[in-house]
């Protein structure tokens, strides 16, 4: 019998210069840097450019990345009235995935001679859609609360300029930060799952916009991105952290998962909580909310305790953006504003050496048997 790797777990399918997770050291590197040192030093798009051209960028090649990003933030017209169209009982991560769609689908470029795979334009529509992406977002929050678009500010960096589109006003640095920080964190971590499903589009040699609805796809599951803000239901089921220890009991008798704990390949911690869960404490101590972080360490230290199942990325980043003040169905697409970098700096790379993605199956059905057989 052939030996199966269930979930593909413990395979390693190609080589990638993006990223490198090492469980071992609990290390994250984006093309050579620690995370948490970007984190601490970098803005995201800064990172972003890293993640597409390997480098970081000098000061010159900065200033003309920001100034392009800044100019391609507006929605466009078709993209926000196909928004309109879609009926708020639309989960925002479908939002998202049509928007994404329909840029595609307006993208002439697409069926020029060469035009799919032509790596300087895929470049183009990876900034297109990271400059895109927050002006999409923040839409579909403010027109689920009944609030009017608000037009980018050119003057603000991605993640001032997002909060404000979302929010109307540009909140204090500490917020500000602590978001960019999330969208760093969030940016990229080698073959995940929605990066895998991208690039397995992208062996086709299909487009990379076909790629990036693919890689929204599988990040919308709870047991991907979608855990985020599935840690903010469990917080809102729990209530408070008296009643944690209750909670934990039904909820493993049940044998549910636990949302925002455990991972494919950390299983001693995933490298970049100890960063999110600092920008997170700076919220609860802007925000005043003893309590959610009373709830958040005791979940946590039961979890620990009593299963030995760490927290992950998307553990401090559901409260960080509940307290930011996102709507609980908001928090995945944040996910997606970020992953964007990751994705198509996978799509690139896939495309510069590639090879069709199609494993093997073992077949387990029926064997071999003919209609002409059939007892009717
Ligand atoms: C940014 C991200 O995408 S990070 C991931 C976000 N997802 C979540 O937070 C969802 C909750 N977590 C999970 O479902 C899982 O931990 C996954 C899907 C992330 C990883 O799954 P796997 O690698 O298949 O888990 P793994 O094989 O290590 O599981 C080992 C055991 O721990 C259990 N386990 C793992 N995570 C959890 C959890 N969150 N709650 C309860 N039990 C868990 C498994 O059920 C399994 O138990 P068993 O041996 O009795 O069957
Ligand atoms: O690596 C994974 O499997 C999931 C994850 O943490 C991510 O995509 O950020």
């Known amino acids: 019998m052939t030996e199966i790797h269930k979930g593909l777990a413990g395979v390693v399918v190609d080589t990638t210069a993006i990223s490198k997770v090492n469980p071992e050291t609990n290390s994250l590197l984006y093309r050579g840097y620690p995370v948490q040192e ?45 928004i309109d169209e879609l009926p708020l009982t639309a989960h925002p991560m479908d939002v998202v995935r049509t928007a994404v769609s329909v840029i ?66 540009v909140p204090d640095l500490v917020v500000v930060n602590a978001f960019d920080v999330s969208m760093i964190l969030y940016a990229e971590h080698s073959f995940n799952a929605s990066t895998f499903a991208s690039r397995v589009v992208t062996s086709t040699l299909a487009d ?13 599951g709870p047991l991907h991105g979608g855990a985020n803000e599935a840690v903010m239901h469990v917080f809102e089921e729990i209530g408070t952290a008296e009643l944690v220890g209750l909670w934990l009991d039904r909820a493993l008798e049940e044998k549910r998962k636990i949302m925002g704990f455990g991972h494919r390949v950390y299983k001693s911690g995933d490298s970049r909580v100890p960063t999110m869960k600092a920008a997170l404490d700076t919220l609860i101590a802007e925000y005043d909310r003893p309590d959610l972080i009373e709830l958040y360490d005791e979940l946590e230290k039961q979890m620990t305790e009593r299963k030995n199942i760490l927290p992950n990325l998307d553990y401090p980043s559901g ?44 077949y387990n059905g029926p064997a071999e048997r003919h209609v002409t057989e059939r007892s009717l």
């Open 208 to 220: 990379l916009y076909s790629a990036v609805t693919a890689g929204i796809g599988a990040l919308k």
């Open 38 to 82: 970007l984190a601490a030093n970098c803005t995201f798009e800064e990172v972003a450019y890293l993640l597409w051209h390997g480098e970081l960028p000098t000061p010159v090649q900065l200033a003309e990345f920001e100034t392009l990003e800044r100019s391609l933030r507006p929605l466009d017209a078709a993209v926000k009235r196909v």
């Open 319 to 362: 409260p960080a953006y509940h307290l930011t003040g996102f709507d609980t169905e908001m928090f995945t697409p944040l996910f997606v504003a970020a992953r964007i970098t990751g994705w198509t700096a996978h799509i690139a790379e896939q495309l510069a050496s590639n090879a069709l993605i199609r494993p093997l199956s073992e």
């Open 104 to 169: 595609g689908a307006m993208d002439a470029t697409l069926t020029e001679p060469g035009g799919i795979a032509d790596p300087e334009l895929n470049q183009k529509r990876a900034i297109y859609l990271f400059a895109q992406l927050p002006t999409i977002v923040a839409y579909d929050q403010r027109r689920r609360r009944d609030e009017q678009l608000i037009e980018p500010r050119e003057d603000l960096g991605f993640s001032a300029n997002f909060l404000h589109m979302t929010f109307g006003d």
